[in-house]
């Protein structure tokens, strides 16, 4: 009888939260007048977390105020908010290109595992390439993704560094220190594949990071924000 009531209890709670988070939302939506991608209470003062276009705020059950800005529990010293766009926004690793696509570089022990889509004439991929000297301890897989629209000559490169005999070497040598690579550009090679699956995915920016969790990063970053990624990548 007990075990029962305790059930009932719960079942209760739970639906209680649902039809809160369920009024949060419909009040946001009206004042926002923007569609909400998700409600959820938070453990942190009676906060609800609001995912809306792609980012959080926080408000109270009766949406008497919204808070734009980043929680930080500080027993913890987490930043909640950016743990939680980073689960809300992860990519189905199981979806990306094979690794067998990608440009495969290993540094140090290579336990940890770094994916970036990078257009070999972007500024920022090769400024991205410069912080990527500077982690240790990871295997790098770079998928060549041109963005011919926005570079011009782009396709050509990325076809050229495949076609090298040592592709990482070829990568680092055009994007490191602007050694344009000799190979030749008609052997097979992933590049429509590799923007096919891009494109499903809404990857449309270069350098586009994405960790071994799914998380992913679309802009340039630098090399402890990128350890700091790492570091927060659950192992298994």
Not at 33 to 48: A, E, H, I, M
Not at 127 to 152: D, H, M, Q, S, W
Not at 193 to 217: E, H, R, S, Y
Request: proline share 5%.
């Amino acid at each position: 009888m007990l075990r029962k009531f305790v059930l009932l209890a719960a079942l209760l709670a739970c639906g209680a939260a649902l039809a809160d988070e369920a009024s949060v939302r419909k009040l946001v939506e009206a004042k926002l007048g923007n569609k909400v991608q998700s409600v959820t209470r938070t453990p942190y003062g009676g906060l609800y977390e609001v995912y809306v276009d792609k980012n959080l705020h926080y408000t109270d059950e009766k949406v008497s105020f919204i808070i734009y800005g980043v929680l930080i529990d500080t027993k913890t010293d987490s930043n909640i908010t950016e743990q939680r766009i980073r689960k809300l926004t992860a990519l189905n690793v199981a979806q990306l290109p094979p690794l067998s696509q990608a440009i495969k570089r290993v540094k140090g022990d290579g336990k940890r595992v770094l994916r970036v889509f990078s257009d070999p004439q972007c500024p920022f991929c090769k400024k991205l390439e410069v912080e990527l000297e500077r982690i240790n301890n990871v295997t790098i897989y770079i998928y060549p993704y041109p963005i011919e629209a926005k570079f011009p000559g782009s396709t050509g490169i990325a076809k050229s560094i495949w076609c090298s005999s040592d592709k990482g070497k070829a990568w680092e040598d055009w994007m490191l220190r602007a050694l344009r690579p000799s190979g030749r550009t008609d052997c097979a090679n992933p590049i429509e594949q590799i923007d096919a699956v891009a494109t499903k995915l809404n990857i449309d920016t270069t350098p586009t990071l994405v960790f071994a969790d799914g998380g992913i990063i679309r802009q340039y970053v630098g090399a402890n924000d990128i350890e700091r990624f790492l570091k927060d990548t659950p192992t298994k």
